[in-house]
């Protein structure tokens, strides 16, 4: 079976870190980005199956970096989860 | 004169001005029909229409109200007038009576209205001068709660730094511990986690003192330059991850010895300087430091600049930028903290005698200035202490030594179980004895029974405080003299300073107790012997202890196909991938027998096992660094080889 693969993408490297322990104990393959721009750029190389995005993020939040997934890359069809700790975001979804 | 005109009084005027009319042709004994429209009549009417109008107008402008006046006091002067001159009356006829009759009704009405209306001026006037020292004291109300809001803030900071002693003692204990890696880094998460919280909690801490007044400048004679290196110790790591450059420029004018207050001086620039690091992506950062007046020997204008190629603040936030709780909105979300830091750097500016400005730099990025005048410079000459810079020297030397003393006792004093398990955690394994006490009297009673070398005493203890039992221990002609350490959560600089002018401690320690502290103040007292971390020498001496035989071909396969390998990892940045270039790098290592590699893809192995992003980062971006570390050896191997050769030729011949 093929591996899963996760991007996290996070500011906070702890955040990272406290993400990938969990996920990697269940077998994903896990690959992290710490801004959204370097995040784009994985995603043009490697196929990712899932992508956890932090939206409090510097330069590109999380809004634009899923706005570009989803228009440049609308049909490879990534669903995107948002992690957002203050709840602030909800209505947006 | 227009003091009358405060009020609404339109409906007055309107009603006055038909009275008049209507009273006039009344003295006139005309009947009132369409034929009296006389042309004194039409006169007054157009005057009665403009009165209307600007009586309308009254509410919106206000420099209608003279000309309001006048056409009133017209209207009343004309109408008396026709009064006055009504031609061939003879005799009293009941209109002509009753119009004299009102006219005078209104002449009086007017008087009243006119006296009312000076009433009604006079009574706004003090109402608003009442309402004016209401203001005033509702401002020293609200003024007096905010000191007491900052006083009370100030008085918590025991309380605060209580808890924060066993989050940052403990993981600091506990990063000693043999740990595997994940649980290291755990620890590491926990401890810096809590120093993040700490250092916000002494930010919050700062600034109460500073707005309830209770920040004070403590002048001393500091050497700037000596400063600055600290500072660039302080922040080298930052600036070298984020590959930005660091200039400390410090003039040849300005003194070696000024006098400052060094504490704050180091807050200053730390929080200039951390602020430019934090929001600098790419440049530069430069320090300047220049004097002025030289010409007076005595005292000079510091001039301290901080420069950065960051993204620069908006002009018309600058001055926000200085007030509590504010950040540049823009940028607040992404670069997090409590925007305390400028305030509490200006406060802290001013408090030395100085001011701070902010310009942007041309070509993007900002200038700090700090600026400080009248700084009475001590002539080198002369030569002085600069306690500021020597004692804390080994602040920021954070791995403690693995020391050891000979056979000590220690009394611990500390009502609470935890902060006493913590110090003799610390002390475990370094020959140290502990004896516990929870409370003032029970640590004297020790001290007498078992006669400790030191007693570490907490100030606040229920039931007999730190100090009563330090001064009953003074008093005892044979406890006299053991040493006792202050250890207490009233940190701040003048409890310090407090409690150490009582003349009852040898020593003082702040909660949290970090064990580097704990050990440099026991070894005033103590000599300790330095135990050999064997491992860590082992590996710092490995590198090239052993000198691969193909250096040549190893640099060319790490320049060619394990370069592009790593481009990718560093790229595509998957854990899993980076572990694999890690084992390669690894067997690579150990087939070439070349420790470098090995233990560099042992380092990355570790890293990316745990998920340490930041380390494993580092140790990934160091790969360009190690190739150039080979090719050095490389350097150095030939550089032998020839110079054997030249000695074998030497010998020859």
Known sequence: MKTIRILIVDDTPENIQAAASILARQGYAIAFAEDGESALEQVTEVHFDLILLDIVMPDMDGYEVCGRLKKDLASKGYSCHLSDPKGRYRKHC | ?653
């Open chain 2, 1 to 653: 004169m227009f003091f009358w005109a405060t009020r609404d009084k339109t409906y007055y005027y309107y009603l006055t001005f038909l009275t008049s009319l209507f009273l006039t042709h009344c003295a006139h004994d005309i009947p009132i029909s369409y034929s009296c429209i006389t042309p004194t009549a039409l006169f007054i009417c157009a005057i009665a229409f403009l009165h209307l109008a600007f009586s309308l107008w009254e509410k919106k402008k206000k420099v209608f109200q003279s000309i309001h006046f006048l056409l009133h006091l017209f209207v009343f002067l004309s109408t008396s007038y026709h009064l006055v001159s009504v031609p061939g009356v003879s005799s009293p006829t009941l209109p002509a009576v009753l119009a004299k009759s009102g006219l005078l009704i209104q002449g009086i009405a007017f008087s009243f209205l006119i006296v009312k209306n000076i009433r009604l001026t006079l009574r706004d006037k003090r109402d608003a001068q009442r309402l004016s020292t209401e203001e005033i004291q509702a401002r020293k109300k609200a003024e007096s709660a905010n000191q007491a809001k900052s006083t009370f803030l100030a008085n918590m900071s025991h309380d605060i730094r209580t808890p924060m002693n066993a989050v940052i003692g403990f993981s600091d204990l506990l990063s000693g511990m043999s740990l595997n890696e994940q649980q290291q880094s755990c620890v590491r998460a926990i401890s810096s986690g809590g120093k993040n919280l700490l250092s916000l909690i002494n930010d919050i801490l700062d600034l109460s003192k500073i707005e309830a007044k209770k920040m004070d400048s403590h002048p001393e004679p500091i050497r700037i330059r000596t400063l600055l290196d600290e500072i660039r110790k302080i922040f080298s790591l930052k600036i070298k991850e984020k590959q930005l450059n660091l200039h400390i420029e410090v003039a040849d004018t300005v003194p070696a010895l000024i006098v400052l207050d060094g504490t704050q001086l180091r807050r200053i620039l730390f929080n200039l300087i951390g602020n430019a690091v934090k929001f600098t992506r790419k440049g530069h950062i430069r320090i300047r430091v220049h004097s002025e007046q030289p010409e007076n020997k005595e005292k000079v204008l510091l001039v301290l600049e901080v420069e950065d190629t960051g993204p620069g603040i908006r002009a018309d936030l600058h001055e926000a930028l200085f007030q509590p709780f504010q950040q540049d909105s823009t940028s607040s979300e992404r670069n997090g903290g409590t925007g305390l830091g400028l305030a509490i750097t200006r406060h802290l500016v001013e408090l030395m005698n100085g001011d701070i400005t902010l310009r942007n730099r041309v070509g993007g990025g900002s200038i700090f200035t700090a600026r400080f005048v009248d700084v009475p410079v001590v002539h080198t000459s002369s030569p002085s202490p600069s306690p500021s810079s020597s004692s804390d020297d080994e602040t920021y030397d954070a791995a403690p030594k693995k020391i050891a003393f000979e056979n000590l006792t220690f009394l611990i004093a500390d009502d609470l179980q935890e902060h006493r398990d913590l110090l003799k955690k610390i002390l475990a394994g370094k020959r140290i004895q502990c004896i516990e006490a929870d409370n003032g009297p029970q640590a004297v009673e020790r001290t007498r029974q078992h006669r400790p070398d030191v007693v570490l005493l907490d100030i606040r203890m229920p039931g007999g405080d730190g100090s009563m039992a330090a001064r009953q221990i003074r008093e005892s002609s044979e406890l006299c003299h053991t040493p006792i350490i202050a250890v207490t959560a009233f940190a701040l600089q003048q409890d310090r300073e407090k409690i150490m002018a009582s003349g009852l401690f040898d020593g003082f320690l702040a909660k949290p107790i970090l064990q580097a502290d704990l050990f440099r103040e026991l070894n005033r007292f103590f000599p300790s012997t330095e135990v050999k971390d064997e491992k860590k020498e082992m590996l710092a001496g490995a590198p090239l202890a052993e000198v691969p035989q193909n250096i040549a071909l190893l640099i060319q396969q790490l320049e060619t196909e394990l370069f592009v390998l790593w481009q990718e990892v560093c790229r595509t940045k998957v854990f899993g991938d980076i572990g694999r270039f890690a084992d390669k790098m690894r067997a690579i290592g150990q087939e070439s027998s070349c420790t470098m590699l090995f233990n560099y893809g042992e380092r990355l192995k570790t890293q990316s096992n745990n998920f340490a992003v930041e380390k494993m980062k580092t140790v990934l971006y160091a790969y360009p660094d190690l190739i150039e570390q080979l090719r050095a050896a490389q350097q150095n191997i030939e550089k032998k080889e020839e110079e054997i050769d030249e000695n074998n030729t030497n010998t020859d011949r």
